[in-house]
């Protein structure tokens, strides 16, 4: 089975612009989960979503968004790029929303801003 | 901000002796995790030990959980050069919601 996949890889933006990133979770996997690791620090919880509705979400400013769609993939949009932007983003599925499972993380989506 | 915080937050040992890294968080948990990250790529999964667990083994790893100091430590057995990579403890304090929390992590070196 294919584990959870992130698109795309690697991505150069400009301050000022947006950037979609996507995720597909693990095949039956409902809640998924985004989060972002800035070089040399451990990873900072953005959101989650399970059934399609927002879970959780961290203390991350409004122009970080995201959504989830019918066959559980989710995209993260972040608007008006900031230089504080630039890391690795990575987004995990599980099985379940709660506390009790295990994550498994794709291997991220590493943006700069330029 | 990061509730947990590993130590040390370096360590380098040779092939074949035990690392122990450890973790200290803030508050009340439901469960405490240890993930591995090699190089930048993303997390795997190590192990899982719920609040109500002591102690809780995996092949060569061995996790502790002390709540009522709020710490945890993991031990690696036996180290190889394949175990070299970050090593991060994650809480999570929330009902109903999957909120990690991760700590700044610890960077084991194995040398040959």
């Known amino acids: 089975d294919a584990g959870v996949t992130q698109s795309p890889t690697h991505l150069i933006k400009t301050r000022g612009q947006q950037v979609t990133l996507r995720c597909s979770p693990i095949s039956g996997h409902k809640s998924v989960s985004w989060y972002q690791q800035v070089l040399g620090q451990g990873p900072q919880f953005i959101f989650q979503?399970?059934?399609?509705?927002?879970?959780g979400r961290g203390n991350f400013p409004d122009r970080f968004s995201a959504r989830q769609f019918p066959n559980y993939s989710s995209e993260l949009n972040v608007n008006a790029l900031l230089l504080g932007d630039s890391a690795l983003y990575l987004c995990?599925?599980?099985?379940?929303?709660?506390?009790?499972?295990?994550?498994?993380f794709g291997e991220g989506s590493r943006l700069t801003v330029l | 901000s990061q509730q947990g915080e590993e130590d040390p937050q370096a360590l380098s040992i040779q092939e074949g002796e035990n690392a122990t890294m450890n973790c200290s968080y803030k508050?009340?948990?439901?469960?405490l995790q240890w993930y591995r990250q090699n190089s930048g790529r993303g997390l795997v999964h190590l192990i899982l030990i719920r609040s109500n667990e002591r102690e809780k083994h995996s092949g060569r790893l061995r996790v502790t959980l002390d709540t009522s100091k709020k710490s945890s430590s993991l031990l690696i057995t036996a180290s190889r050069a394949a175990d070299t990579a970050s090593y991060f403890c994650?809480?999570?304090?929330?009902?109903?919601?999957?909120?990690?929390?991760f700590g700044q992590g610890t960077r084991l070196t194995i040398n040959p």
């Open positions: 979503y399970y059934e399609k509705e927002e879970r």
């Open positions: 994650a809480t999570n304090a929330y009902r109903g919601a999957q909120k990690l929390v």
């Open positions: 508050t009340s948990i439901n469960n």
């Open positions: 995990a599925s599980s099985l379940s929303q709660g506390t009790t499972g295990e994550l498994f």
